[in-house]
C-alpha cells in the first residue's frame, strides 16, 4: 500500500504564495490534493492523473498548480494569491482507474497522507 506524506505548510498572509509538497512510495494512476476547512467536508482542489491530464476547482484554477515529478516520487501544489477562505489542512491522495468515481470524488482514492495545515491571515 502506497504511503503519502506532505509538507510545506504554513501560516501566511493574503496574496502569499506556498508550495506543498507529498512524498510517495508508490505512484497511482490518479493523484490529487484535497482540503477540509473547520466545520466542513473535504473538498478536491487539483487532480492529476497518469497521463497527464491536470483538472482544478474553479475557486483555485489559476492561482494553484499541479505538478507530478515520477522520477522523484513526488507531488506538488503551488498555490500563489492565497485567500483566507483557502485556510484548511490540505492532503495528498493517490487511487487507480478501477476505483475512479471522479476526479473529486474522495471514493477514487484508496491513500492518504495525514494533512498539512495551510493558514492564509487576511
Known amino acids: 500500500q502506497a504511503q503519502l506524506v506532505e509538507s510545506g505548510g504554513g501560516s501566511v498572509q493574503a496574496g502569499g504564495s506556498l508550495r506543498l509538497s507529498c512524498a510517495y512510495t508508490?505512484?497511482?494512476?490518479?493523484m490529487a490534493w484535497f482540503r477540509q476547512a473547520p466545520g466542513k467536508g473535504r473538498e478536491g482542489v487539483a487532480a492529476?492523473?497518469?497521463?497527464?491530464?491536470?483538472t482544478y476547482i474553479a475557486s483555485v484554477k489559476g492561482r494553484f498548480t499541479i505538478a507530478r515529478d515520477n522520477a522523484a516520487n513526488t507531488l506538488s501544489l503551488q498555490m500563489n494569491n492565497l485567500k483566507p477562505e483557502d485556510t484548511a489542512i490540505y492532503y495528498c491522495?493517490?487511487?487507480?482507474?478501477?476505483?475512479?468515481?471522479?476526479?473529486?470524488?474522495?471514493?477514487?482514492?484508496?491513500?492518504w497522507g495525514q494533512g498539512t495545515q495551510v493558514t492564509v491571515s487576511s
Open positions: 492529476f492523473t497518469g497521463n497527464g491530464v491536470d
Open positions: 508508490t505512484g497511482q494512476f490518479y
Open positions: 491522495a493517490a487511487g487507480d482507474p478501477k476505483d475512479y468515481r471522479g476526479y473529486f470524488n474522495p471514493s477514487t482514492y484508496t491513500n
